[in-house]
Each structure stands twice: as C-alpha cells, then as structure tokens.
C-alpha cells in the first residue's frame, strides 16, 4: 500500500487535491485502518478550512495509532486555529511520555498550557426569563474563555459567581446592575462589561446605577444611547468605554424561504404598552377595509391582562373575528413563520427588536410602524407613519423576499455582533501565538503557501516587545510591497499595538494600508490613540493635530468628506481644557449687569473662506445686526498669509467686515495652533466678550478646545445641521426643525434665512455655447464637495441616458481629481468644470435643473439655486443617525418633498433628475414651486436678525442676573464664615 500513499501525496504537492483525495479514499475501501491516509485526508481537509472534517479524520488516525507523531502534530494546529488548544493537554502529557526528548511536542505541550493558564473567566449574569438574547454570546465566549453563567437572583450564587470571575458581563442594565454596583467591594478590580437593551433607559434605573464601576457599556442603539446620555450627561466621563452593538440574528437558526406576495400578516412578540397593541389592531382593521382577504397571526403573550380583555372585545366589536389569530407565544419562529407574508411592527419606541429581524432573515416584508428609532436600523421604505400609509405598504406591488433576507446577512448577522464583542473584550492572550504558524508536517507535505495561515519567524514571538514590533512591521512591508492587503494590515496592526501607537514610521504604513483599504474607521481609531497618548505626555498642541487627523482621516486621505462626531474626542478635549484651566482661567462672574452699555458679541470663526456658507452668514450678520446694541468682534487662528492660495479671498472677507464698522483679530504668527489658541482665548478675555458664538464645534478640536475653556461669560452656537454632540452652550440657534436631545441649553430653531445674491451679468446658455434646446444640469460649491465616485458615476448615467443633456460643476476644476475613470469619454465631452467662481449666481441663470452635491450637500450654493428658481434634487436627511456630514442635508428646510430621494438611493437620484429632464412641462411645473419656496421660507432676513437678536438679548440677560445675584450670596456666605471665625 506504500506506492499508492506516495502518489497520493505528489499528487497533492502538485496541487493536484481533488485527485489526491480521490487516491487516499481509494485506499481506504482497501485498508480501513491507515492512520497515514487518515491523516493525510485530514490535512487536505485543513487546507480547505474544513476543521470539523479535519479534526474527524485526525482523531480517526490517532485512534488507531494515539502516539502517531504526524497526526498529533497536525491535529494540535488544527486545535490552535480552532482556539481549542487548551482543550488537548492532558492528552499531550500522555503523548510526551512516549516521546520525552522530542522539543517539538514540548513546545506545543507548553503553548497549550499556557493557554490554560491565561484563559480569563468570565461570569454572565442576568436576571431570571432575561436571558433569551444571551445563547449565541455565550457560545462564542466558551471558545476563548472559561465561562459561567448565574440566571438567577440568590445573593449567594451572584456573589460566588463574581468572585470566580476576572471578567462580569452584565445582561440588562436593571436592578441586578444597581444593586452590584453599589455593592462596596463585590465589583473591585473585575472588568465591568454592561449590555443596556431599551425598557432600562426609561425605567428610571440609569439614575440608579455607579456607572464609576463599569468598564464597557454596550447600547444595543445609538438611539438608545442618546436617551441615556440626555438623562446622565455626565455618562461618558463615568465610564471607560460606550459601545453601540446592534442585536443580530443567527442566520442558520432561520433559512431563507422564498415566498410570493401573500395576505398573511404576523406580529410577534409580547403585547404591553409599549408594542403599540391599539395601533396593530385599528391598522389592520382599515387594511380588511380595503380587502377582506387579509389575515393577521399574532405570536405573543399578554404581558397585561388589560390587553387580552382589550382584543376580545374588539376582535368582536371589529368583525374580525375570522381575521385575527392569537396564537400564543411562539418558540420556533422558523417553522411559525413559513405561512406568513408581513412582519407588522406597531411600536412606539424598541431598542433593536430581534422578532423583525427573524422574521426578514426568512423573507417576510417588513412593515414598521415609525417607532423612536426605527430611521436609524430600517431603511425609510419599510416605515410608516399613518394607517393609510400602512394599508399602502401592504397593498402595494413592490414585495422582495431576497432584499429582505439581503439587509439582515449585511447588517445584523451573528458573525457582525459577535466581531463587534470579541474587539471589546480584552484579548485571550495577546503574546501567544494564535494558529499563525503553519504545521511542519503541513509544511513539508505541500510546495504551497496555506490560504489560511501565515508563517512568522521565531522573532514575533519574542518575549522583548520591541523585537516583535519590529519583526512584525518588516513582515508587514514586505507583505505591502507583494500587494497582499489583508496580511499587511494584520501585521502592521500587531506592530502599532507593541509600539503603543508611538511610532511614527508604524503609524503611517498603518495608515497607508488601511487608507488602500477603505477602512477609515480604524484609521480614525488609530489616529485617536495616538493623540490621547500624547496628551497623557502633556504635547497638547501634536494631540490636538492627531485629534484632527482622527475627525477628517476620510476627507485628508481620499476626498471624501465624512467627519462624524466621535464622543471620546469631545470628553478628551475637555480634559485637556481643565487641565490648562489652571494656568488659563475663565472669566470672572460680573459683579453688576450693565446698564446702556453695548453688548460685546464676538464670532470664532475657521478662516474668512467666503465661499463656505458660515461666513457668508457671518457676514450678513455684520451688515445687518444693530449696531446700536452690539459692538461685534470676528476671531480666527488663521491669517490671511496661512491660506497662501485663498490670502485674496480672506482679505477681502475681513475688509467687508471692517467696512461694517466691525473689529477682526487674527492671531499673530506663533509657532504652533495651540499659542494661537492661547492667544485667542486671552484676547476674548480681555476685549471683555459677552456673547461668544461658534459654530465649528464638530470636527475642529482646537475651537471646541477654546470654547471648553469659557473664554466669556455666555457662549451660543450657531449650527447649520444638527445641534447635538457638542459642547453644551448657554444658546443653540439652530436651523434644523429636528433635534434628538432636548436640554443642550436654549435651543431656538429658525429654519434658514438668505439674502438673495444680485444679478451681475446674466449667463445663458448661448455664452456657455450649450446647443439652444440642451437642458442644462449643475451642482455648486467648494471643489471637495464633487470628489465622491457615486455622485460623478449617477451625472455619468443621466448623461447617457439624456442625450440633450450637459452638466456644469461651478466651483469644481479638473485638478480637484481625475475624473477619466468615471466619466465616459461621450459624457466627459458635454461635463463643464468652471473652477472657483465668485459669480455662481451668475451661472445658475443659465441651468435648468440643480442637483446637491453628496455625500456632503450644500448649503448657501443650495440656497442660490433655489433663488434662482431651479428644481433643486437632493437626499433626504438621516436624523436618526449620530451627527455626520453623510447624513444631514437641506432637504427639510429648503426642498420640495417630490424634489426628495431616500438617502443613498441613486436609482431614485438617477431616475427623478432624467424625468426633469424629459418632461420640461413637469421641470416648469417644480420651479415654480421652488420659487415660492425661495419667497416664503428664505426671504425676511431683516425680520430674521432681529428675532435673533432678541433671543440672545433675553437669554444673555438673564444668565447676568443669575450670576450676579449668585455673587451677591457667594459675598454674604463669605461675610457669615468670617463673623463664626471672629466668634
């Protein structure tokens, strides 16, 4: 049998597989007890990433033969991928006997026994009948730690469990949490790890709980999060880490089923207050209105008997007795589910309700009531706000089992949920080698690389750090230099962990990497690290520039302009800003409030760019503010002379300014952006500044630095999107009509005003040498707002599906970027790039449609199209979303809803801007609707200002009055403490 075993092996080392396995099945139909074919099929096996078959037939050949050397070596790297190792060393003591000198099994012997010893224990614990989100989790934590689990509610099982633990998973943030921790000693020195679902948030129990004692705290939302934030402002200096994990669905648990548009509707869940029970049962009453045909299937338990009294009743009293079934609470939703059409959810507010998910993974539709929070997990076709609205979801013709199940495998899989926990839980053993060396006796079986491991050299083992910092970023530069991404970034990402994000030469191949990767997340992540580091060195002014590399790590490396809000930069800011507080103090509390004095209103701004639509309000708002009430002062880090390309256009902007009778303070040339900080702050206080606004509180940590610091005694914020997730101001004046926190201070919105620009000298299309009957497209704004791939790719279909069709970018130049890889040479040929223009109202005389630039929309460029009475196409808003650029647009203030695509759909883009396109009746039809838009919304600015004013006049006032009469007691506590001492 010898010969046919060697072919079997060239075979396999000429990478011939399927024939080798072939050859070794052959031989065992005549030799069912060859531990060598065994182990062979084994290792093929594990080249297929197939470790349950690979471990069958390993174990097969060990059971013949236990002390067989190949096999035990193979099967032990089978174990290590498989995180199993541990699981083997009984089994290697005995092996080591038979072979005691042999340094290899040693080795390994060793490994898996350091294994055992720095498995971490963790205890899962929850409350009784709350567990049901918890069996996968706890799967997964089985195979890298040492898990127990306490179900229950005796103090003693709780507190036994607790001591046995290094780390504590907390299932619900409830009693069980408030009473642990504030528990005096039971939590001291164990890893913390809280999962708040939604019924907590509202139960009053966040209130409650010592949040100083947990270490992670995991929000099943982001929704879910910002309603406990609003009620602890302070949660995110008491813990050390807030996660958002979604709640996902184990795909295998609900196999996809194809179904065809039917009339069975199914709710499933428990039926209380807050599921909405009334709105399900009158929703789908007008739905049988409509057509008799439909049937409703309700999986759940009354949690309040009123309820079940509620349903008996109006099932009857409804004539839907024969509609309507109440089936109880459902265990196997899978074969439950097989009938049904719709999933129905009549929610008024869920964290992440695990049933809709359920029931998409197996193909149902949606049709999700407009819960709070269901924009910010669902996209916006599913939901509903009205019964009339829920009657057409379900009437109309659009049903796609596939898109269903589709949405579910993308966002909410298991494997997603599980990735997110395993980065939040600390790792098993960090220097420990996991699966990454090949087996020798794979090695040596097989001429080719393994797709699934990486061999490293001794040295990234290393017990020095610094060796294995240093031999894992020269393998990741080599694996960089042969173009293998994911290699590289895997090692590279080991190396910036040993050096502590210190270096910068790892830094930047980090960056390099994972910018060719797409993956601006962890570049974000990486950035952060580095400058909370140098922070803690004390060299604020590199974290502050590390801080900003952070925020705009998308927009500095690829363009494309995606700043979202990252919490722990805010609180470290902050930090930063009390620990200057000493050297720097705030304003000192006036001692009487003024009388016929001026009130001293001083604008921090980023620069003078006047194309940016901040300081073109900026300098409206020096035209046209009373002069007689307030004497205004603009400040800004930036001078003319920094902006070498834009000196021209920002000296022009402060000579408006000045020409206002206005004051403009730049700061001198100091060496860093930190002194000009500490320059600023001073002058503000100096200058006796009343009212200080900003409104570059989002993505400029240098400004929200200062403004942390209170340089004046009253700080506003002047936001053009939405005014969440920043500094806490005395006034918000906000032109957004949608706001997810209530008490960020005053907060006054007014929509959005303009002053509609003058005609200079009207374009038309003849000075653009268009054709006379073309239809002519623009977009308008700074060049980094046209450098997103989707917006060009959707101007590139409408372009060949619009032969008449042109289109001007104004502002945009072909040095902004390439644009030959997304534009067709035919399309490219009728694309007019303008560059920087001072005359774009000009221009826009000469267009017939607008489309908003994306990711990020426009703001006064929007504003002038619109003046200039062009349909304006735009993305509709996401206001469920933390605070980004990609998901706060113009489109409630100053569109028109039929002018309104869902966010990220560029069919519906693509197909509203052709229809403008072709039907000009429809196109004149819409502009005359955006010009009574223009007339009513944007016009009376004057009107506009004054109301301003008198909201920061009133607001302003009063807080004087507080503070002085604060002062007032402050002196006759201080008089009081003096007598007792005398006394």
């Known amino acids: 049998m010898e010969n046919p075993i060697k072919q079997g092996e060239a075979l396999f080392g000429e990478g011939k597989i399927e024939e080798a396995e072939k050859c070794f099945l052959e031989i065992l139909n005549q030799d069912s007890q060859n531990k060598e074919v065994y182990n062979?099929?084994?290792?093929?096996?594990?080249?297929?990433?197939?470790?349950?078959?690979?471990?069958?037939?390993?174990?097969?050949?060990?059971?013949?033969?236990?002390?067989?050397?190949?096999?035990?070596?193979?099967?032990?790297?089978?174990?290590?991928?498989?995180n199993q190792l541990h699981e083997a060393v009984s089994f290697l003591e005995k092996i080591t006997e038979r072979y005691p000198e042999d340094t290899e099994i040693l080795r390994i012997l060793e490994n898996a026994r350091s294994l055992v010893q720095v498995r971490p224990k963790i205890a899962v614990l929850c409350l009784p009948g709350l567990d049901s989100f918890l069996g996968d989790i706890v799967n997964f934590l089985g195979t890298s730690y040492e898990v127990q689990t306490c179900y229950g509610s005796n103090d003693q099982e709780i507190e036994s469990t607790i001591r046995w633990a290094d780390i504590i998973w907390l299932e619900w943030a409830n009693e069980l949490a408030i009473a642990l921790t504030n528990h005096a000693t039971l939590l001291g020195g164990k890893r913390v790890i809280c999962r708040l679902h939604s019924y907590e948030a509202l139960a009053g129990y966040a209130g409650r709980i010592k949040w100083e004692k947990i270490s992670d705290l995991i929000f099943v939302a982001e929704h879910i999060k910002n309603i406990v934030l609003q009620q602890i402002p302070d949660l995110l200096e008491r813990v050390n880490n807030v996660h958002v994990v979604p709640n996902s669905v184990n795909l295998d648990r609900f196999p996809f089923k194809y179904r065809a548009k039917g009339k069975n509707l199914a709710y499933l869940g428990h039926i209380n207050h807050k599921k909405g029970p009334m709105l399900l049962l009158h929703a789908?009453?007008?739905?049988?209105?409509?057509?008799?045909?439909?049937?409703?299937?309700?999986?759940?338990?009354?949690?309040?008997?009123?309820?079940?009294l509620y349903f008996n009743q109006m099932i009857r009293e409804l004539d839907l007795k024969n509609k309507v079934f109440l089936n109880g609470w459902i265990n196997d939703v899978g074969s439950w589910l097989e009938d049904k059409n719709y999933i129905i959810n009549t929610s008024v507010l869920e964290g992440h309700p695990v049933g809709l998910m359920e029931a998409m993974a197996c193909g149902l539709k949606p049709v999700i009531h407009n819960f709070v929070g269901a924009k910010g997990i669902y996209p916006q076709e599913y939901i509903w706000n009205s019964i009339p609205e829920f009657v057409e979801k379900i009437i109309e013709s659009d049903y796609n089992p596939k898109k269903y199940r589709k949405l579910i495998e993308e966002r909410f899989g298991l494997s997603r949920q599980l990735e997110s926990i395993a980065k939040i839980l600390p790792p098993r053993n960090p220097d420990s080698p996991q699966g990454d060396v090949a087996p020798k006796a794979l090695v040596e079986f097989s001429n080719q690389e393994s797709r699934y491991s990486i061999p490293l050299p001794a040295e990234t083992y290393d017990p020095a750090p610094a060796i294995r910092w240093k031999a894992n970023l020269k393998l990741a530069q080599e694996f960089l230099e042969k173009g293998d991404l994911e290699k590289a970034e895997v090692l590279v990402s080991r190396s910036l962990l040993q050096c502590n994000y210190q270096d910068d030469n790892t830094l930047n191949l980090f960056v390099d990497v994972n910018a060719k990767l797409k993956d601006f997340q962890k570049i974000r992540e990486a950035y952060k690290r580095r400058a909370i580091n140098e922070a803690n060195d004390g060299k604020l002014d590199t974290a502050l520039g590390f801080f900003e590399l952070s925020i705009n790590a998308a927009l500095f490396l690829s363009g494309v302009y995606d700043t979202p809000v990252d919490l722990e930069i805010t609180n470290q800011i902050r930090t930063i800003a009390k620990s200057l507080g000493d050297n720097f103090?705030?304003?000192?509390?006036?001692?009487?409030?003024?009388?016929?004095?001026?009130?001293?209103?001083?604008?921090?701004?980023?620069?003078?760019?006047?194309?940016?639509?901040?300081?073109?309000?900026?300098?409206?708002?020096?035209?046209?503010?009373?002069?007689?009430?307030?004497?205004?002062?603009?400040?800004?880090?930036?001078?003319?002379?920094?902006?070498?390309?834009?000196?021209?256009?920002?000296?022009?902007?402060?000579?408006?300014?000045?020409?206002?009778?206005?004051?403009?303070?730049?700061?001198?040339?100091?060496?860093t952006h930190l002194e000009r900080i500490l320059f600023l702050f001073q002058k503000i206080k100096d200058d006796k500044i009343d009212i200080l606004s900003t409104n570059a509180l989002y993505t400029v940590p240098h400004i929200h630095l200062l403004c942390a610091m209170k340089p004046a005694p009253f700080l506003m914020k002047d936001v053009m999107q939405q005014p969440e997730f920043s500094l806490l101001p005395d006034l918000t004046i906000h032109h957004s009509f949608h706001t997810l926190i209530e008490d960020v201070g005053r907060c006054e919105c007014f929509g959005s005003r303009y002053l509609k620009p003058s005609v200079t000298k009207k374009v038309n299309k003849s000075n653009l040498r268009l054709p006379s009957d073309s239809v002519l497209l623009t977009s308008s704004g700074r060049g980094q707002k046209f450098i997103s791939p989707d917006f060009w790719h959707c101007i590139d279909c409408i372009l060949s599906n619009c032969p008449r069709a042109y289109f001007m970018a104004i502002g945009f130049s072909e040095r902004d970027t390439d644009l030959s890889h997304v534009l067709s040479p035919e399309v490219r040929k009728r694309t007019i790039l303008t560059g920087f223009r001072d005359d774009v109202y000009d221009l826009l005389q000469a267009a017939d449609i607008y489309i908003d630039t994306f990711p990020q929309g426009g703001g006064y460029s929007l504003a002038e199209a619109i003046f200039a009475g062009l349909p304006c196409v735009m993305f509709e808003s996401n206001y469920w979303c933390s605070f980004g650029v990609k998901d706060s647009t113009y489109s409630e203030i100053l569109g028109i809803p039929e002018l309104i695509v869902p966010k990220n759909d560029y069919d519906a883009l693509i197909?509203?801007?052709?229809?403008?396109?072709?039907?000009?009746?429809?196109?004149?039809?819409?502009?005359?609707?955006?010009?009574a838009r223009a007339k009513n919304t944007l016009g009376n600015y004057d009107e506009y200002i004054r109301a301003r004013e008198s909201i920061m006049i009133e607001t302003f006032?009063?807080?004087?009055?507080?503070?002085?009469?604060?002062?007032?007691?402050?002196?006759?506590?201080?008089?009081?403490?003096?007598?007792?001492?005398?006394?």
């Open 957 to 983: 006032s009063k807080k004087v009055r507080t503070e002085e009469q604060l002062h007032k007691y402050y002196v006759r506590l201080e008089k009081a403490i003096c007598r007792n001492l005398n006394s």
């Open 284 to 308: 789908f009453r007008e739905l049988v209105r409509e057509d008799d045909n439909y049937k409703l299937f309700i999986g759940g338990d009354f949690q309040d008997p009123r309820y079940e």
């Open 911 to 931: 197909g509203l801007v052709t229809k403008l396109v072709d039907d000009s009746a429809y196109r004149k039809r819409v502009a005359r609707l955006v010009e």
């Open 585 to 671: 103090p705030p304003f000192a509390p006036p001692e009487t409030v003024r009388k016929g004095s001026k009130i001293n209103l001083g604008y921090l701004v980023e620069g003078f760019d006047s194309s940016q639509a901040p300081i073109k309000n900026y300098i409206n708002y020096a035209r046209f503010h009373d002069k007689g009430i307030f004497q205004i002062t603009f400040y800004s880090r930036w001078r003319p002379d920094d902006e070498i390309k834009g000196a021209q256009n920002y000296r022009k902007t402060i000579k408006e300014i000045e020409n206002e009778g206005h004051c403009v303070v730049v700061s001198p040339p100091l060496p």
């Open 40 to 82: 062979d099929l084994g290792v093929i096996a594990y080249q297929r990433q197939d470790f349950e078959q690979a471990t069958n037939y390993l174990v097969r050949s060990l059971e013949i033969d236990p002390f067989y050397k190949d096999a035990v070596i193979n099967l032990s790297n089978v174990l290590r991928t498989l």
